[in-house]
């Protein structure tokens, strides 16, 4: 069958399968300690569910506006005020089906075919895909452990292309945790719009961070770049696909064309259940998480460490480690299917995430719990044990 070109571009989530080979190994009967997806484990918190329940009885199943519910929009705006101090205008805000349709939204409004989106590498996978997906380009900057991972203002000017028309960042990141300081993140917002470019931030990871100091918000040093934020990940809400972003002034009135025609709304109930999620009663229970997460980092990482996998910063947020795993292999995949199959420890491969020294990394979420943890590192103590 004839098929567009792009779909040959489009690069698969490799993680997908490995957690498929997982289930279908746990649906053998063989306990596998899953340490490569990317949610948190824990249920979604009862206020938001009764919230949903309520929305439910009430019959709350139709479409909504384009941009979200108003009292959502009111209520992440709230948010902005409480955590961070900031006054954003809920017009600025755009609730979305999961933070994947902020992020394709974004590049709809700014990329035209053969533009080019600086992006780090490693990164999170789908980045590079909203962007082949317009048959733009995805420019992608080796960063390493030395620059945490992270893009700064000066890989952006020595990177920047003609054709280049914005950078694309996550802090906290996938798959490194790792966090920009406001001082980077002022002067990448500098050196971009310096340049006539935009900037994106991923923000689907704040609440998960583990520093003294919160995280930067890009918001709170300039209204002029694109946010993009989740239910996902701090709120606990991966299936419910919803998310936000939050858009330069003046934009509204564009994206609410482009939400309206790509996908109608956001899912109606889910909008009703989060809204409970700002309540008082929700961040307590979602703080709990966060600590327990907390736990699981500062045991996992010495953890590897001692095995030799190289850690060389413990990751401030998120719920991942990534792991250089020179020492052990040349081939990350084939490290990672032989852990899975021989030793029952499911975790993700660094090529998922780019080219950059892929093959030396693995990624490893702590999405479950601390005793399962442990009895994941034995396993893979066991395992390199036996490669010695
Ligand atoms: C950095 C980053 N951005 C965006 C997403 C998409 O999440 P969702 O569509 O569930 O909001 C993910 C999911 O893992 C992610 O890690």
């Known amino acids: 069958m004839r098929l567009a070109d792009r779909t040959r571009h489009l690069t698969p989530f490799k993680v997908v399968d490995f957690i498929q080979a997982a289930v279908e190994l746990q649906a053998q009967g063989r306990d596998i300690v899953r340490m490569a997806i990317g949610e948190p484990g824990f249920a979604t918190a009862g206020p938001i569910v009764e919230s949903a329940k309520q929305a439910l009885a009430e019959g709350k199943t139709f479409y909504t506006p384009p941009c979200g519910i108003p009292e959502l929009r009111q209520a992440i705006a709230d948010y902005y005020q409480q955590r961070y101090g900031l006054t954003i205008d809920p017009q600025r805000i755009i609730v979305t089906t999961g933070s994947s349709a902020a992020l394709g939204m974004i590049c709809d409004l700014l990329l035209n075919p053969s533009d080019g989106l600086l992006m780090s590498d ?36 020595s990177h920047w292309q003609d054709n280049t028309v914005g950078v694309m960042v996550a802090s906290p990141s996938n798959p490194t945790g ?48 694109f946010v993009v934020n989740s239910f996902s990940k701090y709120f606990g809400m991966t299936g419910w696909r919803l998310g936000w972003m939050v858009i330069p002034e003046g934009l509204t009135d564009t994206i609410n064309v482009v939400a309206q025609n790509f996908y109608i709304s956001s899912p109606s109930v889910a909008q009703y259940a989060a809204l409970a999620a700002f309540e008082p009663e929700t961040i307590s229970i979602l703080e709990q998480h966060r600590d327990e997460f907390k736990k699981r980092r500062d045991f996992l990482v010495p953890a590897l460490r001692e095995l030799g996998f190289g850690v060389s910063h413990v990751p401030e947020g998120a719920f991942y480690v990534y792991a250089d795993v020179q020492a052990f292999t040349d081939d990350c995949e084939a490290f990672c299917w032989h852990l899975l199959y021989e030793h029952g420890v499911a975790c993700t491969p660094g090529t998922d995430f780019g080219h950059h020294r892929a093959n030396h990394h693995v990624r490893f979420a702590y999405t479950e719990p601390l005793d399962r943890l442990k009895l994941g590192v034995e396993r893979i103590r066991q395992a390199l044990s036996q490669v010695a």
């Open 122 to 157: 490693p990164g999170y996978p789908c980045n590079p895909n909203f962007v082949r997906r317009l048959d733009a380009e995805p420019q992608f900057v080796p960063v390493d452990p030395s620059g945490n991972y992270q893009l700064t203002a000066e890989l952006v000017a």
């Open 178 to 225: 790792e966090i920009i300081s406001r001082d980077n993140l002022a002067a990448l917002y500098r050196e971009v719009s310096d340049r006539g470019g935009n900037l994106i931030v991923d923000e689907i990871y704040h609440g998960l961070t583990y520093g003294n100091e919160p995280v930067a918000s890009i918001l709170e040093i300039t209204d002029g770049a």
